[in-house]
């Protein structure tokens, strides 16, 4: 499971960095997306990785907590997909405008000489 | 509010506020600005309140606590009031107010949520400051950076959105590095806690130690990337020049930010004699800062207009500060550091200043080259465009006073007497003869640098100054309200009381640096005050 993960962590971040590199505003922005996807793995396998272990500890009573999995990574990821939602639906507005603008979608806002 | 519930007013006084004013129509300006400029002075006397108790605290702990939801220390989310926050909280409120009211001369009316979003952005600078927790530093981060993406496009244009794109991928690529960092800390040390944190740090075995770093190392390029470090920090000059004034002068402060979090980061976890990280990445700090006052001194020198001017005095000054910071954690003493933080002061409140100034000189150059394409055009006179919103006190000589408080500036950021950028380069430099690292070649390179820098500022702002202010005789006189002039005469008035008063300011920040060389204080009070407050609460 861990070389899965790894795996798939790696894949995203590779083509997520690629696709950032590139010249065209929508590659970046889906290149942001991949990028995030795989931070948000990453962030999620600090945790450990359990499986069939709840993250939520029942009330009262002394708990052996190495029978939970860590929810504290849980909530940071759940706290970092909200924002970076947010953030590229941001980003995604300032890219039309910018379309609008220049009338290329080039991150510069103008194509390069041919 | 109780008092001790005022540590959190500086977040929650911008939060209010800017939520408020999204229920007021775009066209009620006059009470959005009421709403506002109340909601900055508040935050004014708040910060000046809390800096008088940071200076002389109660109940035998040397910082302040809050605790959100009353959670217990390591587990909660607190807030952390020391000398250096309550520093960096009064500079933002000063600034804040200064550029609201400039605002107020017609940049508000130029695009939407003008105040809503300069209130966010406020949240999460003083956010960034109080808190004592990693993840929530991540958060406020996110909160001033989404702001100030509104507010660089505040006015839009095609050369703001293009500024404005290039902005926010950097910022969002390097919110990513900052999850990976805080995440691989919690993966190992399973604490987010700074103070926790820095507890854990001299005993970590050498293989945790090595991720730590790491980890660290990639929080730190998240925050050099924030403070415009070179080769970080070039898209710092495009950006700054494309915003509008008032959003301009605003992220004079946000680079501060990122000093800030350097400073207190790093002199937690690597402070000279704290173990084996003791030092960890100052001679990197030390070099980057260097590149960076160097690249700042060749673009200022190589600029043609004053916008990006100003651009490459934020790179200077915040490679200054960087620099001040790594040659203090390879062990040069609190004084140079305290040197720095005076000259941070003067440097943030001039560069805001020549922002905001830089917009109003502009304005009668446009002025004439928009004259001069119109009457290409029509052959005839051009009418005169009433602006919308300008009404006010319109300044007679405005060139006069626009060319003597430039060259205030100039003086203050080349660090020429009698200002504060003289005074805090002159502690800086004697610091660096007298202290740990006098003698080392870095320190004397670092001290040629300092100079230099301040001679490439001066010979570039004079040259620029002498074009636009005594040769260009055919330029028409901005009209400039007086709301816009007051603010950059306030701010040159505190400066020079910065000089005048420079005796119980530099007392302060002499005992912030010297409280920044010990964090075990910080530490102890985070981890210890907690016990006291929660056993009262429980004798209650």
Known sequence: ???????????????????????????????????SYGVNLFIFSMGRLRIGAAAIMPKGGVVDPSLYADPIPQALVL??????????????????ASRGFMGTDHVDGKDPKR | MTPQHLVIAPILIPLLAGAAMLLYEERQRRVKFAISLGACV?????????????????GGSLIGLYL???WPTPFGINLVLDRLTALMLVLSSVLS???????????????????SLFMFQMMGVNGAFLTGDLFNLFVFFEIMLAASYGLLL???????????????????????????GVSMIYGVTGTLN?????????????????????????????????????????????????????????????????????????????APGSGASAGFGAELLVVGGLATIAFGSLGILGSQTMPRMAGYAVLISSGTMIGTAGLALLGGGSGMLAGALYYMLG????????????????????????????SADLFGAPEDEPEEDQTGLIVPATMTILGLSFAALAVLLAGLPPLPGFVGKVVMLTAMLKGGVSGQAVAWIFMAALIISGLATLIALLRVGVQTFWAAADQDDPKVLAVEIAPILALLALVAVLTWQARPVMRYMEATAAALHRPEVYISGVLTAERTQHRREVAE
């Open chain 1, 1 to 35: 499971m861990e070389l899965i993960l790894a795996l798939g962590i790696g894949a995203l971040v590779a083509s997520g960095t690629w696709l950032v590199m590139r010249p065209r505003s929508f590659q970046v922005i889906i290149g942001l997306c991949l990028l």
């Open chain 1, 79 to 96: 706290t970092a997909i909200v924002i970076s939602f947010a953030t590229t639906a941001l980003f995604l507005v300032v890219l039309l």
């Open chain 2, 42 to 58: 508040a935050m004014l006397a708040v910060a000046v309140e809390l800096l008088i108790r940071a200076k002389a605290p109660s």
């Open chain 2, 68 to 70: 959100l939801g009353d």
């Open chain 2, 97 to 115: 107010i200064a550029v609201l009211v400039y605002a107020w001369g017609g940049w508000q009316g130029r695009g939407q949520h003008f105040h």
């Open chain 2, 154 to 180: 505040h006015g839009s244009g095609p050369e703001r959105v293009r500024a404005g794109m290039h902005y926010i991928v950097i910022n969002l690529v390097a919110s990513l590095f900052f999850l990976i």
């Open chain 2, 194 to 270: 700074m103070a926790d944190l820095a507890r854990m740090m001299p005993d970590l075995i050498a293989r945790d130690r090595a991720m730590v770093q790491a980890a660290m190392a990639i929080l730190g390029l998240v925050f050099l990337v924030k403070a415009g470090i070179w080769p970080l920090g070039m898209w710092l000059p495009a950006t700054y020049q494309a915003a509008s004034a008032p959003a301009a002068a605003m992220f004079a402060i946000l680079t501060k930010v990122g000093v800030y979090v350097i400073l207190r980061v790093a002199f937690l976890n690597f």
């Open chain 2, 347 to 374: 440097s943030t409140l001039g560069i805001a200043a020549l922002f905001l100034l830089v917009e109003l000189v502009d304005r009668g150059q446009s002025a004439v080259a928009a004259m001069l394409a119109l």
